[in-house]
């Protein structure tokens, strides 16, 4: 529970809110914060991991400066121990398709931390799109996720906008729609007001007010009956298209906007557009099957668009203090899903780290002189993961890592972890506890580059003030 000085309360497990949101000052510990927020906006999901491997780097390479190591030195074996590290990770990745809805499913409920239902819904919206979707790289699929006070949890075989009509005589339902999408104000254009001081300035002003009228009332024979706007909407607009029976939503993200686009086939038009020929305008506009007002949860559905295929997963919360942590923890399962079907999974619990730790031992000799300690670096702190899941779990880390590092030499297999209700040793492969291989790689790509950049600091010097006196003598 995060509480800030007015009372105002989040609760969240999640790593980079938690970071985001807490009162930290020490610069240091300011880039550990931004490699957390580097890791949401690349992958969406890994964050805790990305700080966990950042801090112990760190506070490894620190130790092997106090001995005596240089720090040039250090840093050259953790960029060979990293690089390595990725090549492994890469080797040891096992390709998911779309359609595997068990592997799916499991990698899901690791990252949703159980909430079975959320993994659910996630792993039906990735079928529903396909491998070709979600390998798009301007797609993200944690973007379609909105979680609602009081909704059901379901998955929407289109697109939700949240806003309602602009007043309450428009129609609530429409069949069979022509879709036009105005990113722009659906207003006049307008005129410099020097300009309306003028005899002709006034005169073209009137022309384009009368141009406007008209190119409305173009749209409304064309049979149009939904206006998404990104900005504003006309008065004069809106009194016609109330009167015509279409229905208009204003102020449309940017995001939705582009959703409603793709999925009714509709194309972005400014408000100039409006001045196409009847038939070139027709050919602009989309196409949905139904579309209707959901009064209760404030938004409005489109079902059954002409383009391409588009879900929304609709998270239902019981309180509006869940609602922002039923929403992250949907989020970053739709990552996980996308980040797996993408670059393939690895068994989680640490497991794999912790045989790529003993790799890295091996291969202590291609490092040269002192640059095997930073290699070091790498190696212990790619041990932390799996420690700090331990320890959560209630269990002692030590004796735990001894015991699953030997069983993994043992019967030669990367996927031995702890059962964390049991504290046995068992296959990660049975439990269903998998990892996307791009969070992990992200992740310790990331921390080396905020590590490396730490250990290089020997002074920090407090910045003088912008606007201060001296600086403003200087400036002079």
């Known amino acids: 529970m995060l509480v800030d000085q007015f009372g105002d309360v989040v609760i969240t497990n999640d790593g980079v809110t938690i970071l985001e949101l807490m009162d930290v000052n020490h610069p240091a510990a300011r880039m550990l914060i931004n490699i957390a927020k580097a890791q949401q906006e690349e992958i969406g999901d890994g964050t805790t991991t990305a700080t966990i491997l950042a801090g112990a780097l760190v506070n490894e390479g620190v130790v092997q400066v106090r001995k005596g190591v240089p720090v040039v030195k250090v840093i050259e074996g953790m960029c060979l121990g990293i690089k390595k590290a990725l090549q492994i990770f890469e080797e040891k990745a096992i390709p998911v398709t779309s359609d595997d ?33 979600l390998l798009e790289p301007s797609f993200k699929l944690a973007k379609i996720i909105r979680a609602v006070e009081g909704a059901e949890n379901q998955v929407v075989s289109g697109v939700i906008i949240a ?10 339902k429409l069949e069979s729609v022509k879709v ?145 942590e039923r929403e992250r923890i949907a989020k970053d399962a739709a990552s996980a899903v996308q980040a797996a079907v993408k670059g393939g999974i690895v068994c989680g619990g640490g497991t794999v780290e912790l045989a790529i730790a003993r790799q890295l031992q091996d291969i202590r000799q291609e490092a040269r002189g002192m640059a095997v300690y930073g290699l070091d670096c790498v190696s212990e702190a790619l041990k932390q993961p799996f420690v700090q899941i331990v320890g959560n779990a209630g269990f002692n880390p030590l004796e735990k890592l001894g015991e699953v590092s030997a069983a993994q030499i043992e019967q030669g297999s990367s996927s031995l972890g702890i059962n964390c209700d049991s504290g046995e040793i068992m296959d990660m492969r049975e439990l269903g506890v998998y990892d996307p291989v791009l969070v992990k790689k992200h992740a310790l790509q990331a921390a080396g580059e905020v590590a490396t950049a730490i250990l290089r600091i020997d002074t920090i010097i407090k910045k003088k003030e912008r606007g201060s006196p001296n600086t403003l003598q200087e400036e002079e």
Do not use: W
């Not at 990698?107 to 659910?120: C, F, H, K, L, M």
């Not at 806003?163 to 609530?172: A, D, G, I």
């Open 101 to 133: 809805d068990a592997v799916l499913s499991k990698t899901a409920r690791v990252a949703a931390r159980g909430n079975e239902d959320i993994a659910d819904l996630v792993v039906r919206a990735a079928l529903l799109l396909g491998k070709k979707k």
């Open 163 to 172: 806003k309602e009509p602009v007043n309450m005589e428009m129609p609530k």
């Open 180 to 324: 036009l999408v105005i990113d722009d104000a659906l207003e006049p254009e307008e005129m410099e007001d020097e300009a309306l001081g003028t005899d002709a300035g006034f005169a073209r002003y009137l022309q384009l007010q009368e141009e406007f009228k008209q190119n409305i009332e173009k749209a409304v024979r064309l049979g149009v009956g939904l206006v998404l706007v990104d900005r504003g909407l006309h008065d004069l607009a809106e009194e016609i298209f109330t009167d015509a029976g279409v229905m208009v939503l204003q102020r449309v993200s940017q995001q939705e906007l582009r959703q409603a686009a793709e999925f009714t086939g509709a194309k972005l038009l400014k408000r100039t557009g409006l001045k196409k020929e009847g038939k070139e305008l027709l050919q602009s506009m989309g196409e949905a099957a139904e579309v209707y007002v959901e009064e209760k949860l404030k938004h409005v559905c489109l079902l059954g668009g002409k383009g391409q295929a588009q879900a929304t997963v609709l998270v239902g919360a019981s309180t509006e203090e869940v609602v922002g």
